[in-house]
């Protein structure tokens, strides 16, 4: 019943690997993203998109990968992990209500550990 | 100036207190914003929604002081189980959500 998932919720994971994260929203909406959430606990925005289009982009390293296959679902991809790379990944979706009220729901987190 | 900057924390008040956040943001033109609650090692659950002059839900008041840029979060007769870690939001010009470093409560008995 979850609205928002990702896949996996833990990921351990060495320098160097590729790994993927996964979600999906099943609420509807038009528009995913993907934050990062560091030991600082900033939530930061990385990448959104709006059916299926990238339309945020920030300054993060292109080992980052997102792909958007339909608007329910949005993964991304990380090339030659670093240990920086370990963070709370958050997926959100959002739709935009009259008047630009936008209001956004996160999924539960995969939580990356980079060894 | 940060794009939005709130308090910082941690608060720690005890039961039944009331207690207020502040939260700054410099887009003038924002519309919409937004106070989530995240608690520890989950994800951020919004709380309220602030459109205009602000927003009451229970013990919780939202409010916007344009003139000034900023909103404010009151919670009224706390509760241990509202200790968590607040977030504001706001949208930038460019229409990314942007949050702050978020004010972490602790509600003691």
């Known amino acids: 019943d979850t609205a928002v998932s990702q896949t996996p919720k833990y990921l351990v994971t060495q320098m160097g690997n590729d790994k993927s994260i996964k979600c999906e929203q099943n609420?509807?909406?038009?528009?995913m993203y993907w934050y990062k959430q560091d030991s600082k606990k900033f939530l930061k925005i990385m990448f959104s998109y709006n059916n299926k289009e990238l339309i945020i982009n920030e300054t993060v390293p292109n080992r980052f990968s997102p792909k958007s296959p339909d608007k329910a679902h949005l993964n991304l991809h990380i090339n030659s992990l670093e240990l920086g790379d370990s963070a709370v990944y958050f997926c959100a979706s959002s739709v935009l209500l009259a008047g630009a009220k936008e209001t956004q729901y996160f999924g539960p987190g995969t939580r990356l550990l980079v060894l | 100036r940060k794009e939005v900057e709130q308090d910082p924390g941690p608060f720690n008040v005890p039961e039944g207190a009331t207690v207020a956040f502040n939260c700054t943001y410099s887009n003038s033109a924002s519309q919409s914003f937004f106070w989530y609650r995240q608690d520890c090692r989950k994800e951020p659950k919004l709380l309220m929604s602030v459109y205009s002059s602000g927003n009451e839900d229970g013990r919780f008041t939202a409010q916007l002081n344009r003139a000034s840029q900023y909103i404010s979060l009151l919670i009224r007769d706390s509760k241990l189980s509202d200790s968590a870690t607040y977030l504001c939001a706001a949208p930038t010009q460019g229409g990314k959500l942007i949050f702050g470093q978020g004010t972490e409560l602790s509600v003691k008995p």
């Open positions: 609420l509807g909406h038009d528009t």
